[in-house]
């Protein structure tokens, strides 16, 4: 286990943005530099203490996805090395295992959310309109059930410390343009019904997840950000799950879970985690990806 990287410090680089996990740098007009913190962010509020090795682990699933996926829309990754782009071994030590250099787009300014199961917000708003983000579903769902059909409810993305806030299609086919707007749906779930096919052969459920995409010089659709990540998505054990209850998962949900039992205002700033939960989030991300990928934590 490494010692944890609650904000990097490259010095050689230009600092574009510290977002709730992961600190972007500028490399050159084509070229950006991310470092994926050990922070952790739980209902949009950066919690004060580092995940030890979440931002490696977070890097690794989404490489692993990445490269997977590769076949349904072209990402952001170069292959160029990090550690080639930063000065001196701190900088270098910073950005191994944890930092990738990608191409520079526009970001899309929504999120692409995919649910498969009814869990979460989507469950909250079930229960009080009989549908999900203005999207009717049957009477008499469970919690956790699974969906009749994969659904696709965009949100817009929020600064740090900010709640994003889930709208309809025709908002974001307003924001972005009823052809982006398609094929970032279409897009989006075929990238979840591909993964989650995948990983319940793994023994794990993916719930629902989040992608965000960004255009190239040439208006094209390209996966940037993260992908399947136990930060953007829920992973549920597959031998433990069952509808009616709010299963066990390897993603941020066991974090959530206790914050519920505080007196907190879910605003800034946010309660210290106890030495366990912090030890167990740190194991369940950790057992997320090695299950996912059949591969260890590289050293």
């Given at each position: 286990m490494s010692l944890p990287l609650y904000e990097?410090?490259?010095?050689?680089?230009?600092?574009?943005t510290r977002g709730k996990v992961r600190?972007?740098?500028?490399?050159?007009?084509?070229?950006?530099?991310?470092?994926?913190?050990?922070r952790l962010s739980a209902f949009d509020v950066i919690l004060p203490d580092p995940i030890p090795d979440k931002g490696a682990v977070l890097n690794a699933m989404a490489n692993f996805w990445f490269a997977k996926l590769a076949g349904v829309v072209p990402n952001h990754l170069t292959g160029i090395a990090p550690?080639?782009?930063v000065k001196g071994a701190d900088e270098m030590a910073q950005v191994k295992g944890r930092g990738v250099v990608v191409k520079r787009l526009k970001p899309l300014p929504v999120e692409a959310v995919v649910r498969g199961y009814l869990i979460g917000s989507g469950w909250k708003d079930y229960q009080q309109t009989g549908a999900v983000c203005g999207i009717p579903l049957p009477a008499g769902l469970q919690q956790a059930q699974k969906l009749p059909e994969v659904i696709f409810t965009p949100a817009t993305k929020a600064d740090a410390g900010d709640h994003d806030e889930n709208i309809s299609y025709a908002r974001m086919e307003g924001i972005v343009?009823?052809?982006?707007?398609?094929?970032?749906?279409?897009?989006?779930?075929?990238?979840?019904?591909?993964?989650a096919d995948y990983a319940r052969g793994r023994g794990i459920i993916i719930a629902d997840t989040k992608f965000e995409f960004g255009l190239d010089d040439a208006g094209s659709v390209v996966?940037?950000?993260e992908v399947l990540t136990a930060d953007s998505s829920r992973f549920w054990p597959a031998d433990q799950y069952r509808p009616g209850i709010s299963p066990p998962s390897y993603d941020k949900q066991y974090v959530r879970d206790y914050l519920e039992t505080l007196n907190w205002s879910k605003t800034p700033p946010a309660p210290h985690l106890p030495a366990e939960v912090i030890?167990?989030?740190?194991?369940?991300?950790?057992?997320a990806y090695e299950r996912l990928s059949g591969a260890k934590l590289p050293d």
């Open positions: 990097s410090s490259i010095k050689s680089l230009p600092l574009l600190d972007m740098y500028a490399v050159d007009d084509k070229h950006l530099l991310i470092v994926t913190t050990d550690e080639s782009v343009g009823a052809v982006i707007a398609a094929a970032v749906r279409d897009i989006s779930i075929r990238l979840y019904s591909q993964a996966l940037i950000d030890a167990r989030t740190s194991q369940k991300y950790r057992e």
